[in-house]
């Protein structure tokens, strides 16, 4: 079981896929091993979080001391406009980022705050909200290579008790996503790509990962554009040559959604 105590240990890396919104107020076996795995972790200082769903040109880190809930969602049920998330923000370790980081000029925001890529996980990871949480965008204007190089200048982060995650899909490809039936048999181009990802990570194979298009067809039908797989990017530049990933959750939603979760440790 986790404990109340900020753990003084290096810090994990997490990737989750958040799936639909839905997953913030449903009880689903994903979101039953969310709980479960969360009440395992160690308790951070704070946490980063690169969510899919803040994709801006340049990259800003959010810097306020109590971030508001942001609803980028649409058409979905009322409840879910209402869950809130209450985590304080980290402005320290933000500042902290933009010393760290000299590929590019990090930029301050107070505009943004928690979207549902980060609130949707971090309900059932740590359900108390009493982890200090801050968000920094993903440049949609920059290649893989670039994000990569970029999260490598934040490996120091996990010894100062910041444990990072990334937030969005292995697979994400709404316009082909059976919303009609969560157990839809699995596509067969959905399968490929996502048994391509985790063979790279299971052979630390990052470069291949990188260069993810090079599956073709399997790999078009799955990241049509990628603001869901960069999360992933953030997340393994961050792996040390003595960590491993392990999976604590690897099913489809929907026919076509990977929702593969893992950590790095």
Not at 60 to 84: A, R
Not at 110 to 131: E, M, Q, R
Request: net charge negative.
């Amino acid at each position: 079981m986790s404990s109340n105590k900020i753990s003084q240990s290096k810090q994990p890396v997490l990737f989750v896929g958040h799936g639909t919104p839905m997953n913030a107020i449903e009880s689903n076996n994903f979101t039953k091993e969310l709980i479960s795995f969360g009440q395992g972790l160690p308790r951070p200082k704070s946490i980063l979080c690169i969510s899919a769903h803040w994709l801006t040109n340049g990259t800003y880190v959010n810097v306020s001391t109590k971030p508001k809930m942001v609803y980028d969602m649409y058409g979905f049920p009322d409840e879910l406009y209402k869950v809130q998330y209450t985590a304080d923000g980290s402005p320290e370790t933000a500042t902290e980022i933009q010393e760290l980081i000299s590929k590019t000029n990090v930029l301050s925001d107070t505009g943004w705050g928690y979207d549902h890529g980060a609130w949707s996980i971090l309900k059932h990871l740590f359900p108390k909200a009493d982890v200090p949480v801050f968000q920094m965008s993903i440049d949609y204007n920059k290649p893989m290579r670039y994000h990569y190089e970029l999260a490598q200048e934040l490996l120091s982060l996990r010894d100062r008790g910041v444990m990072v995650i990334g937030s969005g899909n292995i697979t994400h490809n709404i316009r082909m996503v059976d919303l009609s039936d969560k157990e839809a048999p699995v596509q067969d181009w959905a399968q490929e790509f996502d048994s391509f990802i985790k063979n790279a990570l299971d052979k630390r194979d990052h470069t291949k990962i990188i260069n993810y298009s090079s599956l073709g067809k399997s790999a078009k039908k799955a990241v049509p554009e990628p603001s869901h797989l960069i999360p992933l990017i953030y997340a393994i530049s961050m792996q040390a040559d003595d960590e491993n990933v392990s999976y604590f959750y690897d099913k489809f939603e929907y026919g076509t959604l990977s929702m593969r979760s893992l950590i790095i440790q």
